[in-house]
């Protein structure tokens, strides 16, 4: 089973251990399946503060992974769901129709690679061993950073490592792709931040993916419910503690720990998502390209991945 870097991260702080605060029910039409993530949390926010009315028939459902959004789409439970990128482009490779209708966020110095002190360029890691998830995103990222220092994957030797195994393997690799917060614990092991995601801006995204055939029947549900994540999302901008504290009826943890994980995403506005999903040259549609290229590569498509109504921004918010 492939390792999902959502699945992962706030498990770390227990989160993925509460108990769900609700399933799917089939009395409500437009079913979201959506797991712990900062950029998911807006949504709920959303939700908890009466911004997406109730006559809209809007039902997030939460699970625990993304693993599990998955598993209710193949089995029909849920309408749509949040996921990465690469999640939704392997979803279509297994026939499940998916347009992504929101951009939650575009990663920004979240994914990182670290290496160790002799390693001090990106050239340098010619020869060397690197660690990595089994993963589309950690393929991808480790391609994007190759193809910056001019290198192939068959220069270096690629050691699948989970994330959560990395910090114990500190002597078995001399670099590791990875994300927060691993990266400030490999740091303060010794390692440094050799290349992260602010080096290549937009290409790994977190999204709102909807089956096809759902949603010319949940239009006004999704404007709606789009409609209140970006209210969620300007009061997250003007009062970010006020937000996160909010957000601590939901989530196990501080304020404070919430913000922190935010940290190396940017969250697109509405203007900004309209940009991402309007036009043939989309950056979220040049990102799909690229990405699908590195995952049937690396066996993890069958074929190259289809980008027609892989976007739309008809749900967006009108005006």
């Not at 769901?81 to 347009?99: C, F, H, M, Q, Y």
Request: glycine share 6%; aromatic share 6%; net charge positive.
């Amino acid at each position: 089973m492939l390792w999902s870097r959502r699945d992962f991260l706030w498990g770390l702080a227990g989160v993925l251990s509460f108990p769900l605060m609700g399933g799917c029910s089939k009395s409500l039409p437009c079913r979201i399946a959506a797991h712990p993530w900062p950029g998911y949390e807006l949504m709920f926010l959303a939700r908890d503060e009466g911004w997406i009315r109730e006559s809209l028939a809007v039902e997030l459902c939460e699970t625990r992974s993304a693993t599990e959004s998955l598993a209710l789409l193949r089995e029909g439970k849920a309408d749509g769901a949040a996921l990465t990128l690469d999640e939704v482009l392997r979803a279509r490779d297994e026939g499940i129709s998916l347009t992504v209708v929101l951009v939650f966020d575009v990663s920004a110095g979240a994914d990182v690679i670290m290496a160790t002190p002799k390693i001090k360029q990106l050239q340098d890691l010619k020869g060397q061993t690197v660690g990595v998830e089994k993963s589309a995103l950690g393929a991808y990222m480790l391609h994007l950073a190759l193809r910056e220092a001019n290198l192939s994957e068959a220069q270096v030797k690629v050691h699948a490592l989970p994330v959560d195994q990395q910090l114990d393997a500190c002597r078995c690799a001399d670099a590791f792709v990875t994300y927060e917060p691993v990266a400030t614990r490999l740091e303060k092991a010794g390692m440094h931040r050799l290349f992260d995601s602010r080096q290549i801006p937009a290409a790994i995204f977190d999204v709102l993916a909807v089956k096809e055939s759902v949603l010319n029947r949940h239009r006004l549900a999704l404007q709606g419910m789009t409609q209140g994540y970006f209210r969620a999302l300007e009061h997250f901008r003007r009062n970010p503690y006020d937000a996160a504290f909010r957000m601590t009826s939901r989530i196990p943890l501080s304020a404070d720990e919430i913000l922190g994980g935010f940290r190396g995403l940017d969250l697109p506005n509405l203007v900004q998502n309209r940009h991402f999903l309007s036009g043939k040259k989309s950056n979220l549609l040049q990102a799909a390209k690229k990405m699908s290229d590195v995952m049937v590569s690396a066996g993890l498509l069958n074929a190259p991945a289809s980008l027609h109504r892989l976007v739309s921004a008809t749900y967006l918010p009108r005006g």
